[in-house]
């Protein structure tokens, strides 16, 4: 990774044209050969960049450096810059990538662990429970043995509440199961969702990932 923050301009030649007064602004070049040209604001996008495969070839004419860099298209990107105020160059090796924290598989396991917070009284049957058109995320039984399938999603939207309809409807033609009552949980259900849901008498459930995690406390809360 190399950062240079310099004072430059910046063009853009390609499927359109884009011009870029002179400033002082942050330049980027990553190791995969991508160059981004920042701002001081305007969050995580860049002003203008240019993705590889491409190549940077640097000149030097009276006193100003110039990147020029070119990918397959023919596109170009030129950096003319005048004074340079820092740079670093630094090896930041191979990335782990991003591990997300609050994804449906995790609310799956929390809530399969924690099935009692459905209702009391509650078992799991089994998780990824198979139908002909795939799994259904939870199957229970309730306080008195009734089956439940139960479908988890982080936004409840009504995709998934017309999933769930299409697993009761198989999970019902099996007299082992049926009469299968329905659950969709999330940890926000939209007002649509909600109502089509309700109006097929399945239940809507809003989930609390902290406290499934055992981390939101009640008892040491002030409000």
Avoid at 97 to 104: A, F, N, R, S
């Amino acid at each position: 990774m190399r950062i240079v923050v310099a004072r430059c301009t910046v063009d853009y030649a390609g499927r359109l044209t884009a011009h870029l007064p002179e400033a002082v602004r942050v330049l980027m070049v990553k190791a995969d050969g991508s160059v981004l040209v920042h701002a001081d604001g305007g969050s995580y996008k860049p002003l203008n960049w240019m993705s590889p495969p491409c190549r940077l070839v640097v000149s030097e004419e009276d006193g100003i450096t110039t990147w020029r860099v070119e990918n397959k298209a023919g596109e170009e990107l030129i950096v003319r810059i005048r004074d340079v105020h820092a740079e670093l160059e630094h090896e930041l090796g191979v990335d782990p990538g991003l591990v997300k924290d609050g994804v449906e598989a995790h609310l799956q396991q929390l809530l399969a662990e924690h099935v009692e917070s459905l209702g009391a009284g509650w078992t799991l049957v089994r998780r990824e429970f198979p139908t002909a058109i795939g799994p259904v995320d939870l199957l229970c039984r309730d306080s008195v043995g009734a089956s439940v399938a139960v479908e988890i999603k982080r936004r409840g939207e009504i995709d998934g509440v017309e999933q769930l309809t299409r697993y009761l409807e198989l999970l019902n033609r099996d007299p082992l199961l049926a009469p299968v009552a329905g659950v969709f949980a999330a940890q926000e259900i939209k007002p649509q969702a909600r109502t089509l849901a309700e109006d097929r008498g399945i239940r809507c459930v809003v989930l609390d990932y902290a406290a499934l995690r055992g981390i939101d406390d009640s008892d040491t809360r002030l409000f």
